[in-house]
């Protein structure tokens, strides 16, 4: 399967993408990932990312593109992957259509997650990450106190750009340049949508049944 999860930030796309991996062993693309691991890492990538990523801007589009396309010609990528972050303009869409073209392929399907904004608010400012793997809790609906993480027990933490102003401009980035990638979808027959307001299980049922 080739897959594009699009939707708000906190919709679900990142777990959604874990559970149909799981399912299709098809590779997870997350670019938002992969830009995390850089600044990790401290690589130039990562450094130049951070500047847009600590105020909820997108990164340039050249710069994603670059990196997308280097995982997707990475062998394991070839028999299907989940783009989760990507793409986020319609210049990245347009990239995207044109290098599978190139490479004689294309996308199956596109997933759109969708929810109200004041959900998303609530989700992101609760949302925390296991250190050790990469797990994704959210504090109001989790066991425990939330320091540890309820499957391995390793370190939870929150993301920097996880705290409401931020949370705000993502919003506000995601209405103004990824929502117009519903219609551009849309036009080439490949929307499927798919409602993101529940537990993580049930939209997982959903969003087998969409495919
Ligand atoms: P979100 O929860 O906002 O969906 P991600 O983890 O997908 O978060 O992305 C985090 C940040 O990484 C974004 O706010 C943006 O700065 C950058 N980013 C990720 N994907 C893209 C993309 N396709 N184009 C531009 N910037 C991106
Ligand atoms: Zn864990």
């Not at 149909?20 to 990932?33: I, M, P, Q």
């Not at 130049?48 to 396309?69: F, H, I, R, T």
């Not at 250190?131 to 993480?149: Q, V």
């Not at 979808?185 to 997982?204: C, H, K, M, N």
Request: with cysteine; hydrophobic share 40%; aromatic share 6%.
């Amino acid at each position: 399967m080739r897959l594009v999860l699009l939707g708000a930030p906190g919709a679900g796309k990142g777990t959604q993408a874990a559970l149909l991996k799981e399912r299709d062993g098809c590779v997870h693309v997350s670019t938002g990932d992969i830009f995390r691991q850089n600044l990790k890492d401290a690589t130039p990538l990562g450094l130049e990312a951070k500047q847009y990523m600590d105020k909820g801007a997108l990164v340039p589009d050249e710069v994603v593109m670059k990196m997308v396309s280097s995982r997707l010609l990475e062998p394991d990528a070839m028999e299907g992957f989940l783009l989760d972050g990507f793409p986020r303009t319609v210049p990245q869409a347009e990239f995207l259509e044109r290098f599978l073209r190139e490479h004689g392929t294309k996308l199956d399907a596109v997933l759109l997650f969708s929810i109200d904004d004041e959900i998303l608010v609530q989700r992101l400012s609760n949302r925390r990450t296991c250190r050790s793997c990469g797990g994704i809790f959210n504090l109001l609906t989790m066991e425990g106190k939330g320091t540890s993480c309820p499957s391995c027990g390793g370190e939870l933490f929150q993301r920097d750009d996880d705290n409401e102003a931020v949370i705000r401009n993502r919003l506000k980035v995601f209405h103004e340049q990824t929502e117009p990638l519903v219609a551009w979808y849309r036009e080439r027959g490949l929307l499927r949508e798919v409602d993101a307001s529940d537990a993580p299980s049930a939209i997982y049922e959903r969003v087998k049944a969409a495919l």
